[in-house]
Nanobody, 122 residues
């Protein structure tokens, strides 16, 4: 089972950018779909973006056009570039892995990181 570690969170102003990283160990990401979920205070975990093993990316409507997911299999890392950030993007961001295919369901993913926090100030 993959071990995942997120990094890159922090405090940013409205309209700013951050790049989150999800680094994997204990195996290769090559055959995995990697998703980013987020959880704001008092809310459930929601799917933000996912990239499958064929590099097909999907996005939640709320982030489409602002966030970009990408993967570097040589570095065993997936990235989430977040631009034009809004206060409503404030949340803990988690990456998760499962074989091959993307999903928006938390229960479909086998491996999870511990999260990194993003705060967007207005």
């Amino acid at each position: 089972q993959l071990q995942l570690v997120e990094s890159g969170g922090g405090l940013v102003q409205f309209g700013g950018s951050l790049r989150l990283s999800c680094a994997a160990s204990g195996g290769t990401l090559e055959y995995s779909a990697i998703a980013w979920f987020r959880q704001a205070l008092g809310k459930g975990r929601e799917a933000v973006s996912c990239i499958d093993s064929s590099n097909v990316a999907t996005y939640a409507d709320s982030v489409k056009g602002r966030f970009t997911i990408s993967r570097d299999n040589a570095k065993n890392t997936v990235y989430l570039q977040m631009n034009s950030l809004k206060p409503e993007d404030t949340a803990f961001y988690y990456c998760a892995a499962q074989l091959y295919y993307c999903s928006t369901y938390v229960s479909d993913f086998d491996s999870w990181g511990r999260g990194t926090h993003v705060t967007v100030s207005s």
